[in-house]
């Protein structure tokens, strides 16, 4: 089992910044792909960034050249700059850990972006 813990949520206003951390614990030892995902009221869950173990990365459209994700495979944390936020940012924004052939996921952290 992984368990993913999330922090750096919050309310900012459009335009500016937050930088979410989500640390994994357990059994990390297989664990290859991290990222994030949202999921905004009414609507479904959908990948924001992933990031291999290895450094690769990929990226939703809507947040590139917005947000970063980046990895400290020493502390097993994964994190997520986001800049230039919009109203249409506003979600909760899950972990996700990939283990051999598990998911798993955090309890979500809650980002609101006011206009």
């Known amino acids: 089992q992984v368990q993913l813990v999330e922090s750096g949520g919050g309310l900012v206003q459009a335009g500016g910044s937050l930088r979410l951390s989500c640390a994994a614990s357990g059994s990390i030892s297989s664990v290859s792909v991290m990222g994030w995902y949202r999921q905004a009221p009414g609507k479904q869950r959908e990948l924001v960034a992933l990031?291999?173990?290895?450094?690769?990365?990929n990226y939703a459209d809507f947040v590139k050249g917005r947000f970063t994700i980046s990895r400290d495979n020493a502390k097993m944390t994964v994190y997520l700059q986001m800049n230039s936020l919009n109203p249409e940012d506003t979600a909760v924004y899950y972990c996700?850990?990939?283990?051999?052939?598990?998911?798993?996921w955090g309890r979500g952290t809650q980002v609101t972006v006011s206009s």
């Open positions: 996700t850990a990939r283990s051999g052939q598990s998911n798993y």
């Open positions: 990031m291999t173990s290895g450094g690769r990365t």
